[in-house]
């Protein structure tokens, strides 16, 4: 499971730096592999989404079926506060990430005495509350339709602003807020906050036992992990240039555990981050070829699941660990010779 190192952990460990160039440069290489550029982006926005919900499942051990309701929110939030408040790309976006982590820690305060199965049912059902009001509120939502023609708004530092009508450019826009974000979910999984959730995904009762309130740090991670959520969802809607309910479905909050379980999200920070670049790329790549692509990656996702539960990240650490054992074999057998 992923766990919070007493060690001292680097500020920017290799893997987040092969990750960001990976993700800085791909206009350079994309299009050579046969990609565009909006596919990264969305990759991306996806990316954090997954981060911020392994927050919740990976290191707490919270099963939340749901969580699609707070990247809807994120979604609709920012484009209300465009169309209805005012249009301006800091406040729209900020205000996503505090009315989903606002929605999200309400329905923390309902949920967080339960655990397991229960956990699970009622995060489903509350999510589906919100995908319903998002379908029925029609004067504000637009119902089925959702909001349509949202702007993407420039990015105004004050002594300099930005146009983001490119993919280009919203592409880099939006890994400035994902790295940003990725550092700041690093340090927080390695900090005593990140230990404290990591016992309580453990042994919630020992947890307990020895004096942290079990009940607050579970509604804390909800609370934590729909703000990002919103994020993610906010940046969603600035690339679709819309926002509609079916982003805040049960298939939607499916797509994310996929992704998490999967990518190895359950062994290694970096497992939801696979997952999403894996979950987009099989989409696009199968759906080319036929429109059952969902069917034939749930039947990769069950495989690997039966197979590997730790997910691609569980087989990096496997082949890792195996490169490790077979260098010492050789240095172990001329120590005995000598």
Avoid: C
Avoid at 24 to 43: D, S
Avoid at 240 to 256: E, I, R, T
Avoid at 282 to 303: H, I, K, N, P, S
């Amino acid at each position: 499971m992923p766990t919070a190192d007493r060690r001292r952990v680097p500020l920017f460990p290799v893997p987040m730096l092969v990750l960001f160039a990976a993700l800085v440069t791909t206009p350079l290489w994309l299009t050579k592999v046969g990609l565009y550029q909006y596919l990264a982006l969305e990759i991306m926005i996806w990316m954090l989404f997954a981060l911020g919900f392994n927050l919740l499942l990976g290191y707490t051990g919270l099963p939340s079926f749901g969580h699609g309701a707070y990247f809807g929110i994120g979604a609709y939030a920012f484009g209300l506060l465009e169309l209805k408040v005012w249009a301006n790309l800091w406040f729209d976006l900020a205000g996503a990430a505090l009315i989903a982590a606002a929605l999200g820690a309400l329905v923390a305060l309902f949920i967080s005495h339960r655990r397991g199965i229960y956990y699970a049912l009622l995060t489903i059902a509350f999510g589906q509350v919100f995908w319903f009001i998002a379908v029925k509120w029609h004067s504000v939502t637009g119902g089925e339709d959702g909001l349509l023609n949202l702007r993407r708004l420039p990015a105004d530092f004050g002594f300099i602003a930005f146009d983001l009508k490119s993919n280009a450019a919203l592409f880099y826009f939006a890994f400035g807020v994902f790295a940003a974000a990725a550092v700041l979910l690093w340090r927080l999984v390695h900090s005593p906050l990140g230990r404290i959730l990591t016992a309580i995904k453990q042994n919630e009762t020992r947890a307990a036992f020895v004096g942290y309130d079990v009940w607050f740090y579970k509604w804390l991670a909800f609370t934590l992990s729909a703000g990002v959520s919103g994020i993610a969802g906010g940046l969603f809607a600035l690339a679709q240039q819309s926002a509609y309910p079916n982003v805040m479905s049960l298939h939607s909050s499916g797509f994310v555990v996929m992704m998490v379980l999967i990518g190895g999200g359950l062994v290694s920070f970096w497992g939801p981050v696979l997952g999403a670049l894996f979950f987009i790329l099989a989409r696009d790549l199968l759906g080319a070829y036929t429109e059952t692509w969902l069917l034939w990656y749930g039947l990769l996702f069950m495989a690997m699941v039966l197979w590997k539960p730790d997910g691609i990240a569980g087989l990096w650490q496997d082949w890792g660990r195996r490169r490790r054992r077979s260098g010492k074999l050789p240095v172990q057998a001329a120590a005995r010779a000598s």
